[in-house]
Protein backbone atom coordinates (compact mmCIF):
# COMPACT_ATOMS: atom_id res chain seq x y z
CA UNK A 1 0.00 0.00 0.00
CA UNK A 2 2.49 2.85 1.25
CA UNK A 3 4.51 1.65 -1.97
CA UNK A 4 1.59 2.23 -4.36
CA UNK A 5 0.88 5.38 -2.47
CA UNK A 6 4.76 6.88 -2.57
CA UNK A 7 4.33 6.13 -6.69
CA UNK A 8 0.73 8.09 -6.67
CA UNK A 9 2.78 10.75 -4.67
CA UNK A 10 5.61 10.95 -7.11
CA UNK A 11 3.46 11.04 -9.87
CA UNK A 12 1.59 13.78 -8.42
CA UNK A 13 4.91 16.17 -7.81
CA UNK A 14 6.26 15.42 -11.17
CA UNK A 15 3.27 16.34 -12.87
CA UNK A 16 4.18 19.85 -10.99
CA UNK A 17 8.01 19.86 -11.32
CA UNK A 18 8.30 23.48 -13.36
CA UNK A 19 5.23 24.46 -13.04
CA UNK A 20 5.23 27.36 -10.84
CA UNK A 21 2.16 28.18 -12.02
CA UNK A 22 2.81 28.27 -15.78
CA UNK A 23 0.30 26.99 -18.28
CA UNK A 24 1.59 24.68 -20.67
CA UNK A 25 0.23 24.41 -24.15
CA UNK A 26 3.01 23.74 -25.76
CA UNK A 27 2.28 20.58 -27.01
CA UNK A 28 0.18 17.53 -25.65
CA UNK A 29 4.02 15.56 -25.41
CA UNK A 30 4.24 16.86 -22.38
CA UNK A 31 1.67 14.48 -20.65
CA UNK A 32 3.42 12.78 -17.61
CA UNK A 33 2.57 8.79 -16.79
CA UNK A 34 -0.50 8.05 -14.82
CA UNK A 35 -0.79 6.45 -11.92
CA UNK A 36 -1.95 3.43 -13.88
CA UNK A 37 0.60 3.17 -16.15
CA UNK A 38 3.04 3.21 -13.15
CA UNK A 39 1.16 0.29 -11.83
CA UNK A 40 1.34 -1.84 -15.11
CA UNK A 41 4.80 -0.82 -15.70
CA UNK A 42 5.54 -2.60 -11.86
CA UNK A 43 3.27 -5.40 -12.48
CA UNK A 44 4.85 -5.90 -16.37
CA UNK A 45 5.85 -9.69 -17.18
CA UNK A 46 8.98 -8.66 -19.55
CA UNK A 47 11.52 -10.65 -21.92
CA UNK A 48 14.20 -9.68 -24.71
CA UNK A 49 12.09 -8.10 -27.63
CA UNK A 50 14.76 -8.63 -29.94
CA UNK A 51 15.13 -12.23 -28.73
CA UNK A 52 12.20 -14.64 -28.27
CA UNK A 53 9.90 -11.35 -27.45
CA UNK A 54 8.54 -9.54 -24.85
CA UNK A 55 4.76 -10.52 -23.18
CA UNK A 56 4.26 -6.94 -22.55
CA UNK A 57 5.27 -5.36 -26.18
CA UNK A 58 3.13 -8.51 -27.34
CA UNK A 59 0.06 -7.58 -25.44
CA UNK A 60 0.18 -3.77 -26.66
CA UNK A 61 0.43 -5.09 -29.98
CA UNK A 62 -2.33 -6.68 -30.05
CA UNK A 63 -4.52 -4.61 -28.44
CA UNK A 64 -3.75 -1.72 -30.59
CA UNK A 65 -4.44 -4.30 -33.77
CA UNK A 66 -7.94 -4.75 -32.05
CA UNK A 67 -8.61 -1.45 -30.97
CA UNK A 68 -7.38 -0.50 -35.03
CA UNK A 69 -9.44 -3.25 -36.59
CA UNK A 70 -5.70 -4.95 -37.99
CA UNK A 71 -4.46 -7.64 -38.09
CA UNK A 72 -1.26 -7.09 -36.37
CA UNK A 73 0.78 -4.29 -34.80
CA UNK A 74 4.69 -3.59 -33.63
CA UNK A 75 5.95 -1.40 -31.34
CA UNK A 76 8.16 1.20 -32.22
CA UNK A 77 9.81 4.34 -29.95
CA UNK A 78 8.13 6.74 -31.67
CA UNK A 79 5.18 7.58 -34.30
CA UNK A 80 8.27 8.92 -36.36
CA UNK A 81 9.87 5.74 -36.53
CA UNK A 82 6.37 4.28 -37.67
CA UNK A 83 5.87 6.27 -40.44
CA UNK A 84 8.79 5.88 -41.73
CA UNK A 85 8.70 2.16 -41.13
CA UNK A 86 5.08 2.11 -42.90
CA UNK A 87 7.26 4.21 -46.56
CA UNK A 88 9.48 1.44 -46.11
CA UNK A 89 7.90 -1.44 -46.11
CA UNK A 90 5.51 -0.62 -49.02
CA UNK A 91 7.45 1.94 -51.32
CA UNK A 92 10.87 1.23 -52.60
CA UNK A 93 13.21 3.29 -54.47
CA UNK A 94 11.75 5.46 -56.63
CA UNK A 95 8.23 4.96 -55.92
CA UNK A 96 6.00 7.64 -55.74
CA UNK A 97 4.75 8.88 -51.76
CA UNK A 98 2.24 11.11 -52.42
CA UNK A 99 0.78 13.45 -49.63
CA UNK A 100 -0.40 16.48 -48.77
CA UNK A 101 1.63 19.13 -48.91
CA UNK A 102 1.24 19.93 -44.81
CA UNK A 103 2.02 15.99 -44.18
CA UNK A 104 3.84 15.90 -40.55
CA UNK A 105 5.71 12.85 -42.33
CA UNK A 106 7.19 15.50 -45.21
CA UNK A 107 7.75 18.89 -43.35
CA UNK A 108 8.76 17.38 -39.68
CA UNK A 109 9.86 13.76 -39.92
CA UNK A 110 11.51 13.84 -43.34
CA UNK A 111 13.27 10.53 -42.53
CA UNK A 112 11.44 9.17 -45.46
CA UNK A 113 13.00 11.98 -48.25
CA UNK A 114 15.74 11.77 -46.44
CA UNK A 115 17.15 8.05 -46.12
CA UNK A 116 14.79 6.06 -48.38
CA UNK A 117 15.15 6.90 -51.63
CA UNK A 118 11.51 6.94 -52.19
CA UNK A 119 9.82 10.10 -54.49
CA UNK A 120 8.12 12.32 -52.19
CA UNK A 121 5.36 14.69 -54.09
CA UNK A 122 3.13 16.75 -51.79
CA UNK A 123 -0.36 17.72 -53.04
CA UNK A 124 -2.40 20.84 -53.05
CA UNK A 125 -4.78 20.84 -50.74
CA UNK A 126 -6.91 22.35 -47.56
CA UNK A 127 -7.12 21.34 -44.23
CA UNK A 128 -5.03 17.97 -44.87
CA UNK A 129 -7.32 16.78 -47.83
CA UNK A 130 -5.50 16.70 -51.22
CA UNK A 131 -6.96 18.14 -53.98
CA UNK A 132 -9.16 14.75 -55.35
CA UNK A 133 -8.62 15.90 -58.99
CA UNK A 134 -5.01 16.35 -58.32
CA UNK A 135 -4.68 13.02 -56.66
CA UNK A 136 -5.95 11.44 -59.40
CA UNK A 137 -4.30 12.79 -61.74
CA UNK A 138 -0.79 12.03 -60.03
CA UNK A 139 -1.59 8.47 -59.31
CA UNK A 140 -2.07 8.09 -62.93
CA UNK A 141 1.29 9.55 -63.92
CA UNK A 142 3.45 8.27 -61.31
CA UNK A 143 2.07 4.59 -62.12
CA UNK A 144 2.85 5.15 -65.11
CA UNK A 145 6.39 5.58 -64.28
CA UNK A 146 6.32 2.74 -60.94
CA UNK A 147 4.47 -0.30 -60.67
CA UNK A 148 4.02 0.92 -56.71
CA UNK A 149 2.77 3.86 -54.94
CA UNK A 150 1.78 5.16 -51.64
CA UNK A 151 -0.58 7.45 -50.41
CA UNK A 152 -0.10 8.91 -46.86
CA UNK A 153 -2.63 10.79 -44.70
CA UNK A 154 -3.02 12.58 -41.70
CA UNK A 155 -5.85 12.77 -39.19
CA UNK A 156 -6.22 14.78 -36.93
CA UNK A 157 -4.03 17.21 -39.10
CA UNK A 158 -1.53 18.70 -37.23
CA UNK A 159 -0.03 21.71 -39.06
CA UNK A 160 -4.30 22.32 -40.07
CA UNK A 161 -5.12 23.25 -36.51
CA UNK A 162 -6.28 19.61 -35.46
CA UNK A 163 -8.56 19.29 -38.02
CA UNK A 164 -9.96 16.35 -38.56
CA UNK A 165 -10.61 13.72 -42.18
CA UNK A 166 -14.39 13.13 -42.98
CA UNK A 167 -14.99 9.41 -43.37
CA UNK A 168 -16.17 10.41 -47.59
CA UNK A 169 -13.11 11.67 -48.26
CA UNK A 170 -10.97 8.74 -46.22
CA UNK A 171 -13.66 6.69 -48.53
CA UNK A 172 -12.52 8.26 -52.03
CA UNK A 173 -8.88 8.13 -51.35
CA UNK A 174 -8.91 4.34 -50.88
CA UNK A 175 -11.31 3.48 -53.93
CA UNK A 176 -8.70 5.98 -55.89
CA UNK A 177 -5.43 4.15 -54.51
CA UNK A 178 -7.58 0.41 -55.25
CA UNK A 179 -8.66 1.46 -58.15
CA UNK A 180 -4.71 2.37 -59.57
CA UNK A 181 -3.39 -0.63 -56.91
CA UNK A 182 -1.18 2.13 -54.60
CA UNK A 183 -1.65 1.73 -50.74
CA UNK A 184 -2.85 3.95 -47.82
CA UNK A 185 -0.80 5.17 -44.75
CA UNK A 186 -2.36 7.12 -42.34
CA UNK A 187 0.11 9.28 -39.59
CA UNK A 188 -2.39 8.62 -36.69
CA UNK A 189 -0.57 10.23 -34.12
CA UNK A 190 -3.49 11.61 -32.91
CA UNK A 191 -6.35 9.37 -34.17
CA UNK A 192 -7.84 9.24 -31.18
CA UNK A 193 -8.89 13.01 -30.81
CA UNK A 194 -9.95 12.44 -34.49
CA UNK A 195 -12.12 9.65 -33.38
CA UNK A 196 -13.26 11.43 -30.45
CA UNK A 197 -14.43 14.32 -32.57
CA UNK A 198 -16.19 12.46 -34.76
CA UNK A 199 -18.01 9.89 -32.72
CA UNK A 200 -16.45 6.94 -34.84
CA UNK A 201 -14.96 4.26 -33.31
CA UNK A 202 -11.25 4.37 -34.35
CA UNK A 203 -11.60 0.76 -36.74
CA UNK A 204 -14.35 2.92 -38.79
CA UNK A 205 -11.71 5.47 -39.62
CA UNK A 206 -8.86 2.98 -40.54
CA UNK A 207 -10.36 0.37 -42.32
CA UNK A 208 -9.37 2.79 -45.08
CA UNK A 209 -5.91 1.99 -44.61
CA UNK A 210 -3.26 -0.63 -45.50
CA UNK A 211 -1.29 0.49 -42.34
CA UNK A 212 -1.89 2.96 -39.52
CA UNK A 213 0.59 4.38 -36.79
CA UNK A 214 -0.49 5.54 -33.55
CA UNK A 215 1.53 7.73 -31.13
CA UNK A 216 1.21 6.83 -27.70
CA UNK A 217 3.42 9.95 -25.86
CA UNK A 218 0.72 12.55 -26.77
CA UNK A 219 -2.12 13.20 -25.32
CA UNK A 220 -2.68 9.34 -24.24
CA UNK A 221 0.29 10.30 -21.65
CA UNK A 222 2.52 7.16 -22.37
CA UNK A 223 6.22 8.48 -21.92
CA UNK A 224 6.81 6.53 -24.83
CA UNK A 225 6.29 4.75 -27.85
CA UNK A 226 4.15 3.94 -30.97
CA UNK A 227 2.32 1.42 -32.83
CA UNK A 228 2.48 0.60 -36.57
CA UNK A 229 -0.76 -1.76 -37.69
CA UNK A 230 -1.56 -3.03 -40.48
CA UNK A 231 -1.87 -6.70 -42.81
CA UNK A 232 0.90 -9.28 -40.83
CA UNK A 233 2.78 -9.69 -43.96
CA UNK A 234 3.51 -5.82 -44.04
CA UNK A 235 3.78 -6.06 -39.95
CA UNK A 236 6.92 -8.61 -40.68
CA UNK A 237 8.71 -6.70 -43.01
CA UNK A 238 8.71 -3.52 -40.27
CA UNK A 239 10.19 -5.75 -37.74
CA UNK A 240 13.02 -6.67 -39.94
CA UNK A 241 13.41 -2.92 -40.71
CA UNK A 242 12.70 -2.22 -37.44
CA UNK A 243 15.81 -3.92 -36.40
CA UNK A 244 17.94 -2.14 -38.98
CA UNK A 245 16.85 1.21 -37.93
CA UNK A 246 17.84 0.41 -34.22
CA UNK A 247 14.41 0.50 -33.07
CA UNK A 248 14.51 -3.15 -31.51
CA UNK A 249 14.26 -2.74 -27.54
CA UNK A 250 14.77 -5.56 -25.50
CA UNK A 251 12.89 -5.69 -21.77
CA UNK A 252 10.58 -2.69 -23.44
CA UNK A 253 7.34 -3.96 -22.08
CA UNK A 254 8.09 -1.33 -19.09
CA UNK A 255 7.33 1.26 -21.65
CA UNK A 256 4.93 -0.89 -23.21
CA UNK A 257 2.86 -1.38 -20.12
CA UNK A 258 2.45 2.26 -20.27
CA UNK A 259 0.96 1.60 -23.54
CA UNK A 260 -1.22 -0.48 -22.62
CA UNK A 261 -2.99 1.92 -19.90
CA UNK A 262 -3.35 4.63 -23.12
CA UNK A 263 -5.04 2.31 -25.13
CA UNK A 264 -7.16 0.78 -22.26
CA UNK A 265 -7.94 4.30 -20.44
CA UNK A 266 -6.59 7.01 -21.72
CA UNK A 267 -7.83 6.87 -25.09
CA UNK A 268 -11.26 7.28 -23.58
CA UNK A 269 -10.87 11.19 -22.22
CA UNK A 270 -9.83 12.56 -25.17
CA UNK A 271 -13.30 14.41 -25.86
CA UNK A 272 -12.36 16.25 -22.95
CA UNK A 273 -9.14 17.88 -24.24
CA UNK A 274 -10.91 18.72 -27.86
CA UNK A 275 -14.06 20.17 -25.69
CA UNK A 276 -11.07 22.96 -23.62
CA UNK A 277 -9.56 23.69 -27.15
CA UNK A 278 -12.92 25.17 -28.34
CA UNK A 279 -13.42 27.08 -24.93
CA UNK A 280 -9.84 28.38 -25.47
CA UNK A 281 -11.07 29.28 -29.07
CA UNK A 282 -14.35 30.67 -28.04
CA UNK A 283 -13.02 32.68 -25.09
CA UNK A 284 -10.63 34.70 -27.09
CA UNK A 285 -12.68 34.93 -30.18
CA UNK A 286 -15.74 36.62 -28.41
CA UNK A 287 -13.55 39.24 -26.71
CA UNK A 288 -10.07 39.45 -28.96
CA UNK A 289 -9.30 42.76 -30.48
CA UNK A 290 -6.24 41.39 -32.82
CA UNK A 291 -5.54 37.95 -31.91
CA UNK A 292 -7.82 35.52 -34.25
CA UNK A 293 -8.22 31.62 -33.34
CA UNK A 294 -9.44 29.08 -35.14
CA UNK A 295 -12.36 26.87 -34.34
CA UNK A 296 -10.23 23.29 -33.17
CA UNK A 297 -12.15 20.39 -34.47
CA UNK A 298 -9.83 18.48 -32.14
CA UNK A 299 -6.81 19.45 -29.35
CA UNK A 300 -5.42 22.08 -31.05
CA UNK A 301 -5.92 25.35 -31.73
CA UNK A 302 -3.93 27.93 -33.71
CA UNK A 303 -3.90 32.02 -33.25
CA UNK A 304 -3.04 33.92 -36.08
CA UNK A 305 -1.39 37.10 -34.71
CA UNK A 306 -0.47 39.06 -37.58
CA UNK A 307 -2.71 41.83 -36.62
CA UNK A 308 -1.39 42.88 -33.47
CA UNK A 309 1.77 44.40 -34.88
CA UNK A 310 3.57 41.75 -33.10
CA UNK A 311 5.39 38.80 -34.39
CA UNK A 312 4.74 35.12 -33.30
CA UNK A 313 8.45 34.58 -31.36
CA UNK A 314 7.70 38.25 -29.38
CA UNK A 315 3.99 36.81 -28.61
CA UNK A 316 5.55 33.85 -27.14
CA UNK A 317 7.87 35.59 -24.96
CA UNK A 318 5.36 38.04 -23.41
CA UNK A 319 2.77 35.05 -22.54
CA UNK A 320 5.76 33.41 -21.20
CA UNK A 321 6.97 36.31 -19.10
CA UNK A 322 2.60 35.98 -17.77
CA UNK A 323 2.51 32.44 -17.22
CA UNK A 324 1.63 30.61 -20.46
CA UNK A 325 3.64 28.49 -22.90
CA UNK A 326 3.11 28.31 -26.44
CA UNK A 327 4.52 27.70 -29.27
CA UNK A 328 5.28 29.41 -32.92
CA UNK A 329 4.01 27.59 -36.08
CA UNK A 330 5.24 31.12 -38.43
CA UNK A 331 6.09 34.41 -37.69
CA UNK A 332 2.64 35.16 -37.60
CA UNK A 333 0.87 32.44 -35.88
CA UNK A 334 0.90 30.76 -32.20
CA UNK A 335 -0.11 26.79 -31.90
CA UNK A 336 -2.15 26.30 -28.68
CA UNK A 337 -2.09 22.44 -27.62
CA UNK A 338 -4.97 21.09 -24.86
CA UNK A 339 -4.34 17.59 -23.20
CA UNK A 340 -4.76 16.03 -19.24
CA UNK A 341 -2.99 18.66 -17.23
CA UNK A 342 -5.10 21.32 -18.64
CA UNK A 343 -8.10 22.25 -16.86
CA UNK A 344 -11.39 24.47 -17.17
CA UNK A 345 -9.77 26.93 -14.82
CA UNK A 346 -6.58 26.89 -16.76
CA UNK A 347 -8.29 26.97 -20.13
CA UNK A 348 -10.06 30.20 -18.83
CA UNK A 349 -6.59 31.97 -17.25
CA UNK A 350 -4.95 31.25 -20.91
CA UNK A 351 -7.53 33.11 -22.29
CA UNK A 352 -7.18 35.53 -19.70
CA UNK A 353 -3.79 36.15 -20.20
CA UNK A 354 -3.89 36.00 -24.23
CA UNK A 355 -6.77 38.88 -24.01
CA UNK A 356 -4.81 40.89 -21.25
CA UNK A 357 -1.95 41.51 -24.07
CA UNK A 358 -4.04 41.64 -26.92
CA UNK A 359 -5.58 44.85 -24.95
CA UNK A 360 -2.00 45.58 -23.86
CA UNK A 361 -0.59 46.35 -28.07
CA UNK A 362 -4.16 47.13 -29.78
CA UNK A 363 -3.69 50.36 -31.44
C1 LIG B 1 3.90 14.11 -33.22
C2 LIG B 1 3.54 13.60 -34.55
C3 LIG B 1 4.26 12.56 -35.14
C4 LIG B 1 5.53 11.99 -34.54
O1 LIG B 1 5.35 11.45 -33.28
P1 LIG B 1 6.63 11.16 -32.34
O2 LIG B 1 6.14 10.02 -31.47
O3 LIG B 1 6.88 12.41 -31.60
O4 LIG B 1 7.76 10.76 -33.21
C5 LIG B 1 3.82 12.09 -36.36
N1 LIG B 1 2.75 12.61 -36.97
C6 LIG B 1 2.04 13.62 -36.44
C7 LIG B 1 0.85 14.12 -37.15
C8 LIG B 1 2.41 14.15 -35.22
O5 LIG B 1 1.72 15.17 -34.70
Known amino acids: MSDENSIVEDTFLSSREGGAGAIDLRSDTVTRPTAGMYRRMLEAPLGDDGLDGDPTAEELEALASLVLGMEAGLFVPTCTMANLLAVLTQAGRGDPVLLDHGAHIYNTERGSSTLTGVCMRTLPGTGGMMDLTVLEETLALELGRSSNALVCLETSHNSSGGAILPLPYLHTVRQMANASGARVHLDGARLFNASAAMNEPPSTITRNFDTASICLSKGLSAPAGAVLCGSAETIGKARQWRKILGGTQRQVGVVAAAGIEALDVMRHRLSEDNARALRLSEAINSAAIAVCANEPQTNIVQLDVSRTGRSSDRWVD ?46
Open 318 to 363: ALDRAGLKVRPINPRSLRCVTHRHIDDAAIERAAEIVLSLDDACAP
